[in-house]
T-cell receptor, first 111, second 114 residues
């Protein structure tokens, strides 16, 4: 999706830590979002980064490097319910404020 | 919190018929709503931006005469898929921006055209 790249699939073990990377085109950057999406459902907001650094929110953390056009989502103490697609999205930079989404990373958490 | 209600959640229609999808902002006013489409294993792709009281802005490659958008009030936007074909089968989802909570998504509509 418009020069936002993230791995297609990842597998991890319950209780472990997993990092999902995202790279994006830096022109017109207006914030980086992470969403969780279960199949057939709407995306659920996880995090928003506009400045460089790490934002921690419970088991989930998100990191941003604007100069590198790079972000990651870190999930700790994985639970089975964390099995879902994780979407990286950036502000579109347009006047209307739409989001541009990556294709999503399907995470499978195994016992 | 900000809620966007989207209906129907699932719809099956015959080829050639039209389907209307509604999105309502329940506790905030949405001057702008975004309509996305998501095919299996693909990203959410912006179809159009709906503006209250004016014409929608369509993304390149999206037929405005096929996907009719109406945003007649600050709390309601509708997307009508006209003369639906099997290739229009997809997951359609709306979102709006709330000043307090940012982007809020509807629950999505799974359209199947048979």
């Amino acid at each position: 999706g418009q020069n936002i790249d993230q791995p297609t699939e990842m597998t991890a073990t319950e209780g472990a830590i997993v990092q999902i990377n995202c790279t994006y085109q830096t022109s017109g950057f207006n914030g980086l979002f992470w969403y969780q999406q279960h199949a057939g459902e709407a995306p659920t907001f996880l995090s928003y980064n506009v400045l460089d650094g790490l934002e921690e929110k419970g088991r989930f953390s998100s990191f941003l490097s604007r100069s590198k056009g790079y972000s990651y989502l870190l999930l700790k103490e994985l639970q089975m319910k964390d099995s879902a697609s994780y979407l990286c999205a950036r502000g579109g930079g347009g006047s209307q404020g739409n989001l541009i989404f990556g294709k999503g990373t399907k995470l499978s958490v195994k016992p | 919190g900000a809620v966007v209600s989207q209906h129907p959640s699932r719809v099956i229609c015959k080829s050639g018929t039209s389907v209307k999808i509604e999105c309502r902002s329940l506790d905030f006013q949405a001057t702008t709503m975004f309509w996305y489409r998501q095919f299996p294993k693909q990203s959410l792709m912006l179809m159009a931006t709906s503006n209250e009281g004016s014409k929608a802005t369509y993304e390149q490659g999206v037929e405005k005469d096929k996907f009719l958008i109406n945003h007649a009030s600050l709390t309601l936007s509708t997307l009508t898929v006209t003369s639906a074909h099997p290739e229009d089968s997809s997951f359609y989802i709306c979102s709006a921006i709330d000043s307090r909570q940012g982007y809020t998504f509807g629950s999505g509509t799974r359209l199947t055209v048979v």
